[in-house]
Each structure stands twice: as C-alpha cells, then as structure tokens.
T-cell receptor, first 112, second 114 residues
C-alpha cells in the first residue's frame, strides 16, 4: 500500500522569500514517481514538478525545486523568490503501477 | 484543445436523488480517474479506468458507479445521494495509468447533498 503524508496543513512566507513544503511517502513499488501539484483558489489542479524515483538528481522548474531523499522517503518542495501568485494549496502525490496517491495538502499563504 | 471538461460545475441534490457527473478529455488519453476532495482529506480515488473497456475501484467506491463510455468519456453516477457525498469531484486523465504519466485535471464539480 502507498501512503503520502504532508504534516504541514498551512505555511506562510513573505513575498520574495523562500519556503519549503514537506512530504513523506511510503510505497512498496520499486518503480514510482513523485509529483507536486498546485491548486489555486480557482480549484484547477496544476502540475508543478515531477521527480523520477530512479534519478538521484533533484528536479528543478524555474523557481521550484525538490529535495528528494529516497532512503528517507522524503520529497520536499522549495519555492524560491515567492510571489503572490504562489498562494495556493499544494499536494504531494506518488504514482504506482496504475494509481496515484495524494497527500492531504499544505495551504501556502504569501504575505506582501 | 479544451483538455479535461466536467459538467456540471455546481449541483445541489436532495438525499436519495440520483445524478451523473460527466467528464470528457480531448487529449487521446487512455486512462481516466474520478476523485473526491474533502477538507483535510486531500484527493481520494473513487474509480479509475486504466484503458477503454476497463474500470476498477479506488479507495472510496461505495455509493458510486462509473461508465467508460468511450475513450474520451468517463461518467460517475450517484444512484441515491447521501449527505456524506457532499464534496468536490475531480475527473483526471493521463496518457497511461500510473508510473511517470502526469495527470491532467478537470475544473471540478461542487456537489452539495441536502
């Protein structure tokens, strides 16, 4: 069985600062992928970044990067130079053979 | 290219009524999914269809049925709605099921059961 845990229900960051959102997971799959999705107030789910578990190199997409610690089963998201538009719910997800398991989400507030 | 579309966007039902949520995708994806989102619970998988002609239960299938009408369309039916089914429902699709395949989501349907 797969589980994904996001232990921070809510986080705040000052505009232009850096924030890290935490995610831990557990899976029995040997081949899996990890995702971060953003859900702004519009409710639309948007892919932020994806990490292949077999790759040691951390994924990066512009201001978004991950810290993937496979042995610790940890997959945190770092947002640099935070902007007001980054305010949203962020969901961590893990994919297995057919399905995806999501965490409960972290609400990120960006303070001007 | 509309991506994943869902109808309706909002719906209010009375306990015991039935309804069908419609989902369609125009990305030629093989796999489609139905989730529900509740406060503090994240997204939970109701049913999925890994490919046309197949459907499987997810984490919370009780009270729901699905139909993969064709490759494009995947509907979710509530036969006898209950207040516990008040939620936001998302449809998603991916090229293939699981693995590295990114899911693309519809805009969601907010359902209230009185």
């Amino acid at each position: 069985a797969q589980t994904v845990t996001q232990s921070q229900p809510e986080m705040s960051v000052q505009e232009a600062e850096t924030v890290t959102l935490s995610c831990t997971y557990d899976t029995s799959e040997s081949d899996y992928y990890l995702f971060w999705y953003k859900q702004p107030p519009s409710r639309q789910m948007i892919l932020v970044i994806r990490q292949e578990a077999y790759k040691q190199q951390n994924a990066t997409e512009n201001r978004f990067s991950v810290n993937f610690q496979k042995a610790a089963k940890s997959f945190s998201l770092k947002i640099s130079d935070s902007q007001l538009g980054d305010a949203a719910m962020y969901f961590c997800a893990c994919s297995g053979t057919y399905k995806y398991i999501f965490g409960t989400g972290t609400r990120l507030k960006v303070l001007a | 290219n509309a991506g994943v579309t869902q109808t309706p966007k909002f719906q209010v039902l009375k306990t015991g009524q039935s309804m069908t949520l419609q989902c369609a995708q125009d990305m030629n994806h093989n796999s489609m999914y139905w989730y529900r989102q509740d406060p503090g619970m994240g997204l939970r998988l109701i049913y999925y269809s890994a490919s046309e002609g197949t459907t499987d239960k997810g984490e919370v299938p009780n009270g729901y049925n699905v139909s993969r009408l064709n490759k494009r369309e995947f509907s979710l039916r509530l036969e006898s709605a209950a207040p516990s089914q008040t939620s936001v429902y998302f449809c998603a699709s991916s090229e293939l099921a699981g693995g590295p395949n990114t899911q693309y989501f519809g805009p969601g349907t907010r359902l209230t059961v009185l």
